[in-house]
């Protein structure tokens, strides 16, 4: 079984920062790539950025410039640096890892919360 933990949500106000972090554990060969989604009440879960192993990165157009994603394999961790944050960036941030080319796990998430 693999288990993903997330950490680093909360309250922040328009034009802040917060950092997520998500370390992955459990029966793991190899982590073909670790990202972020999002989902916003009443709104499907969207990408919100990935990174792969070879360091390639996708970002939703709408953070673009103001999140940034980063992996650190050794701890099999994924984190997302959010700047400049907009309430429309409130949000339940979720942490994925594909897994061995054949799966796609989740972590429960981490609410985010972008108001004055």
């Known amino acids: 079984q693999v288990q993903l933990v997330e950490s680093g949500g909360g309250l922040v106000q328009p034009g802040g920062s917060l950092t997520l972090s998500c370390v992955a554990s459990?029966?793991?060969?190899?982590?073909?790539?670790m990202g972020w989604f999002r989902q916003a009440p009443g709104k499907e879960r969207e990408l919100v950025a990935r990174?792969?192993?070879?360091?390639?990165?996708n970002y939703q157009d709408t953070v673009k410039g103001r999140f940034t994603i980063s992996r650190d394999g050794a701890k099999n961790a994924v984190y997302l640096q959010m700047n400049s944050l907009k309430p429309e960036d409130t949000a339940v941030y979720y942490c994925y890892a594909f897994i061995d080319y054949t799966r796609r796990y989740w972590g429960h998430g981490t609410q985010v919360t972008v108001s004055s």
């Open positions: 459990g029966s793991i060969s190899s982590i073909n790539a």
């Open positions: 990174m792969a192993n070879g360091g390639g990165t």
